[in-house]
């Protein structure tokens, strides 16, 4: 099963969510790492050092963070940007179905988008 973090401003209603439907879920707040106000480069290496895919809102900002850690050969273990858009429950079904089904490392330097199409 993936590993997850979910950033500082991800919506706690998610989290909470998805940890409801499925209670062995593996997903850590930023805040609850000790994250709280780093800044993307920062949040990035730790998620890279704790093998965790990213989830986020921020699609201005830590993606081009994300980009330069793959083009300086850095590890970066996935990223989820979820647009604000989407219903609570569409995320959580979304982000289950890509829990329950992907391979440990399968998202490694990997932007994706929810939804996913």
Known sequence: MLRLAADENFRYAIVRGLRRRNPSIDIVRIQD?????????????????????????????????????????????????????LSVAQVIDELLLVVECSLEGEWEGQIRYLPLR
Do not use: K, N
């Open 33 to 85: 790492a000790g994250l709280t106000s780093a800044d993307d480069p920062t949040v990035l290496e730790w998620a890279a050092q704790a093998g965790r895919v990213l989830l986020t809102h921020d699609v201005t900002t830590i993606t081009s963070h994300a980009y330069e850690r793959l083009r300086s050969g850095q590890r970066m273990p996935g990223i989820f940007q979820v647009t604000q858009t």
